[in-house]
């Protein structure tokens, strides 16, 4: 009995796990001094929209520190020791599944001021095997595609159309040739999978979406039971700070051909 619930337990720790890496990302770095040397003991503190408050670590002996579990999105990371000049990095962007990395070097404070820098452009994610993109908010609200996660991911390379001409509503997408019932759809973790045909099971509010990862190849293993593309979307959650969005849309006939004689 003892082992049975052994056994029980272990299974559900890796489901658990297995389910948090499907809807968070990680941030991780080292901390240096002018000279190269580690600087252990050196506060960081992680904010952002998507954020529920402030994460805060403290870098290790060689001068390491890691947030694991991060909700996707742009964060602003601080760096602060007594004695060295605080540093800033803003826009540093956290993306679904990835590992990001931010470095940091700090300086004797000279001048009591905070040195702020703007993050630099992603960097080739070389931890991975993993093929596909990352479509933050900010993509998707400028994009020019159909209102709908299944329309936005086409912009991915090797993603087209699969349409059923017969039946619309049971229209899909293929990834590098694959057919729409190999793909799987993901919403915050949970397969939402039409078990028939493959395609999208659950519509959702294009407000509601913050963002969209798109695999395409190389994946991991939890995913073994697909050969095509997955689509894995992600949720707005609460944050600091009172938002909200307005929509409006409107569908002029005024240059639609007219059928009258």
């Known amino acids: 009995m003892s082992r049975f619930r052994f056994v029980l337990g272990l299974v559900s720790l890796l489901v658990c796990t297995s389910l948090f890496a499907q809807t968070t990302g990680n941030l991780a770095g080292k901390v240096t001094d002018a000279n190269g040397a580690a600087l252990p003991g050196v506060t960081v503190e992680a904010r952002s929209p998507s954020l529920q408050g402030i994460r805060t670590a403290a870098t290790e002996r060689d001068g390491s520190y890691r947030f694991a579990l991060l909700p996707p999105g742009d964060y602003v990371v601080a760096f602060r020791l007594e004695g060295l000049a605080p540093e800033t990095r803003k826009n540093v962007t956290v993306?679904?599944?990835?590992?990001?990395?931010?470095?940091?070097?700090?300086?004797?404070?000279?001048?009591?001021?905070?040195?702020?820098?703007?993050?630099?452009?992603?960097?080739?994610?070389?931890?991975?095997?993993?093929?596909?993109?990352?479509?933050?908010?900010?993509?998707?609200?400028?994009?020019?595609?159909?209102?709908?996660?299944?329309?936005?991911?086409?912009?991915?390379?090797?993603?087209?159309?699969?349409?059923?001409?017969?039946?619309?509503?049971?229209?899909?997408?293929?990834?590098?040739?694959?057919?729409?019932?190999?793909?799987?759809f993901f919403i915050d973790g949970v397969n939402t999978t039409n078990v028939e045909y493959g395609f999208q099971g659950k519509e959702l509010n294009f407000e509601f979406i913050n963002e969209v990862d798109v695999k395409t190849g190389g994946y991991e293993a939890e995913y073994g039971r697909s050969t095509g593309g997955i689509i894995n979307v992600i949720t707005k959650s609460g944050g600091n700070q009172f938002n909200g969005d307005v929509f409006g849309y409107h569908d002029s006939d005024s240059l639609q051909a007219n059928s009258k004689s």
Request: charged share 10%; proline share 7%.
């Open 95 to 184: 993306s679904l599944g990835k590992d990001t990395s931010l470095d940091v070097t700090m300086k004797p404070a000279a001048v009591s001021a905070e040195i702020v820098v703007s993050a630099s452009a992603p960097v080739l994610d070389t931890s991975s095997t993993t093929l596909g993109t990352n479509l933050n908010s900010r993509a998707i609200e400028t994009l020019p595609t159909g209102r709908n996660y299944a329309s936005i991911v086409q912009v991915t390379p090797g993603v087209s159309s699969d349409a059923n001409p017969g039946n619309p509503s049971q229209s899909t997408i293929s990834v590098y040739g694959s057919s729409g019932a190999e793909n799987a």
